[in-house]
């Protein structure tokens, strides 16, 4: 595929990864519309999009929520025509250890709304986007198509991250599954997991935790955004690649 040719939607676009992204494809000629809960950061989009001469819109998004997902993708094909990309970038952290103790020997665990928040968004918000982009997209005969998957290398599991380590997990898991079951439409499905990144995300994390992170890094520094953009570039323009996440991550490994 060419970026030029890309009709594409962004989830988690109104900052961060999927800013960046959105922004990207809009400079490369692609006709973008992001999603997004922050209208105000998509309405930056907006506008920092149009600088670039760029077609690239902005509408409410919750990818927990079925209608709202439903919603988004009739409107996003209405605003630019057709859809043929689909970014799966949105996602929050609700950290917390399974169970912890205190000095007077209290155990607190992990709620259970804290666990299902992060699987609702980050991993069934995913289900609902792809589903239901591939479904119209199906039926209105698109193809090719590409669905990208932004995962995390903390996939294989990362203390305090039960819930984030699951969803990217589950993540993956779509990625090789939904490859082998859309490419009879020509349809690709693809992902990426980036290592700590500099994003509005890892900013919740406090300066020695980052700096915890950062010594595990053998390039000693965060990724940025732009970093993350370039593999997915790679993955549009390679129409072999198929199946598999590439990993974006300095060489780290937890």
Known sequence: MKIKDIHAVVTGAASGIGYC???????GGAKVVGGDLDLDGLKRLETNGQALLGEIFGFHLDVANESSVKEFIF??????GYINTLVNNAGILRDGLL?????????????????KRVIDVNLTG???????????????????????????????????????S?????????????????????FRVAGI?????????ANQLS??????????????????????????QFIIECDYFTGSVIDVDGGARF
């Open 166 to 186: 699951a969803s990217k997990a589950g993540l993956d898991a779509q990625t090789r599954t939904w490859a082998g079951e859309l490419a009879s439409f020509g």
């Open 21 to 27: 992204i959105a922004l990207e494809l809009a400079r």
């Open 193 to 201: 997991a980036p290592g700590l990144t500099n994003t509005p995300m």
């Open 75 to 80: 409107l996003a094909w209405e605003k630019i």
């Open 99 to 115: 169970v912890t103790q205190d000095s007077e020997g209290w155990l607190r665990k992990l709620p259970t709304a804290q666990w």
């Open 126 to 164: 995913a289900f609902f986007m792809a589903r239901e982009f591939a479904s119209v997209a199906i039926e209105k005969n698109i193809s090719p198509g590409l669905i990208v998957n932004i995962s995390s290398i903390t996939r294989s599991g990362n203390p305090g991250q039960s819930n984030y």
């Open 207 to 232: 300066p020695e935790a980052q700096a915890e992170i950062i010594a595990k890094i053998p390039l000693g520094r965060m990724a940025e955004p732009y970093e993350i953009w370039q593999a997915l």
